[in-house]
C-alpha cells in the first residue's frame, strides 16, 4: 500500500486515460473559457447599463439607451447560458467515458492476476475500488475538475479586472488573499489522509458483505446471522466515524477560506464605497467593481468546495492505480514460442520440481517431485489432504511458477506457451463446480463460445445433464441464477464436466469431478467421462479409490512427494500406502 501522504499529483495516474480524448478535451476547454469570458463580460455591460443608460437625457434617448444596454445584457446571458450547456455536455461525457475506460482497464488487469495475489487481495476490496473509487473519479472529471477550472479562469479574470481599475487597492486584497490560501493548503493535508483512511474503511465493509454472502448457507447453517451483522455494523461505524472527521476537516477548511476571503474581500468593497463618495470613480465603476468581488469571492469559495473533491479523488485515483500497476506474478512470455499443434492426447512431465506457496514460504508443497505422464495417459493422483495433489493442477495451469525443477508439456516448457495456447489445451473440472449468472446453454459453451446448439446439447448428453436441462422452465435457455443457486449440487457438477467435455482439449485435469454425484449419477458420469477421456491426457484427484481403480496408473502422495505408483492390483499387492488406503475405504 501506498504512503497515504500524497496529493493531488496523484490525479495524474488518469493521463493515460485523458490522451485518446484530446478533442473533446479541447473543446471542454473552450467552451469552459468561453462560459467564464462571458461571465467577466457582464460587469462590463452593467458599468455601461449605469453610467451611460441612467446619465441625465431626453426620455425618448433614455429609454432607447436602457433599451439596448439590456439587450447586450440579454444578449451576454444567452451567450453564457449556451457555453455553460455545452461545457456541461462535454466535461460530463468526458467524465462518463473515462470512468468506463478506468473501470474497464483495472477489471481486466485484476483478470490477468494470479491465485497468489487474491492470497492477499481481497475481493470485496477489489469491488469498492471499481465502483465506489472509480464514482469518485467521475464526479472530479465530469464536474468537480469542470468547476474548479471555470471558476479559476473567472477567479483570475475578476482578479485581473479589479486590480486594473483599482490597482493599489487590489494589490492589498491580493496579498491577504496568499495569507489565506497558503494555511489551507496545508491544513488540506490533513482532509486528504482522512479521505484516503476513509475509503480504505469503506472497502473493509465491503470486504466483509461480499465474504458473508457468498457463504450465506454456512452463515445460516452456523446462526451466525447476528454475529455477521454486528461485524460489518463495527465496520461500517469505523468508516461513519472516519467520514465524519474527514467531513469536520473539510467543514473547517471551507470556513476557513470563505470567512478569510470574504472578510479581505468586504475591505476592498468598503474602500470602493469611499472612492465614490470621494468622486475619484463613478457610480458604474462601483457597480462593476462589486459585482467583480462577488464573482472572486464565489470563485474561491467553489475553488476550496473543488479542492476538497480533487483530495479525495486524489486518494482514489491512488487506490485505482495501485491496482492498475500491481505487479503481474504470471504473465505469457515477450516471445512466446509457436507452440506444436494440438493432438489427441498431451504429453507431461514434472522434473525434479520444488514448490513453496508464497504465503507459506516454510512448508514446501511439493519436493523433488517428478511425474512423466504419456499422451493418452489416465493418472489418478491420490493422497491425504495437504499431499500436493491440486498443487499439481495449479502448476500444470501455470497459476504458480515452481522454485525448482520444471514442466513441460509436449515437450515444451509451460514458461515457454503464451498463457492463452497453454490454458486453451486444458480443460479443468474443479471440485466446486463453478456456474455463472446466465443461461445453462452459455455455461455449458464458456470454454467453446463458438460452439453450436447441437454439440452443447452433445456434450450436456455425455455429462448425463441433458434430462435435467430438459426439465428446467426454459431448458437450455433458463437462467441458472447467480452461482446456479437453481441447481443441486450434483447438476452443478455435471453442467462442469459438460462444459469440460465440450471444450475436448488435449489434457483433461479432474479434481473429484463426480465428489457431489449420487452413486447412480456417479456411475453414468463415470462412463460418460471415460468414453470422453478416450485417447487424452487425464489427470485425475480423487480421495475415492473406487472412482480411480481403472486408471492406467495411481500415484500415491504424501507431504509433496510421491511415494509410490502403480496400478491398482500393483499397489495392493504391494501393501504400501495405498493398499492402507484402500483397506480403510473398502473396508468401511
Known sequence: MKNAKSSPRSLAGLAPFLRPYRLQIAMAALFLVMAAVTTLVFPIALRGLIDAGLAPKAPGDQVMALREHFLALFGVAIALGLFSAARFYTVSWLGERITADVRTAVYGRVLQQSPQFFETTQTGEVLSRLTGDTTLVQTVVGSSLSMGLRNAVMGVGALAMLIWTNPWLMAQVALVLVLVVLPAMAFGRRVRRLSRASQDRVADASAIAAEVLNAIPVVQSYTAETREAERFAGSTQAAFETAVRRTKARAVLVAFIIIATSAALLWGLYAGTQAVLRGEISPGHMGQTVVYVVILASALAVLGEVYGDLLRAAGATERLMELLHAPIAISSPEAAQAAPPASAGAQVVLEDVGFYYPSRPGTA??????????????????????????????????FFDPQTGDIRLDGQSLRRFALDDLRGRIGLVPQDAVIFSTTALENIRYGRPDATEAEVRHAARLAHAEGFIDALPDGFHTFLGERGVRLSGGQKQRLSIARAILKAPPLLLLDEATSALDAESERVVQAALESAMEGRTTLVIAHRLATVQRADRIVVLDHGAIVEQGTHAELIARGGSYAKLAALQFTA
Open 365 to 398: 508443497a511439493l519436493r523433488h517431485f517428478s511425474l512423466d505422464v504419456a499422451p493418452g495417459e489416465t493418472v489418478a493422483l491420490v493422497g491425504e489432504s495437504g499431499a500436493g495433489k491440486s498443487t499439481v493442477f495449479q502448476l500444470l495451469l501455470r
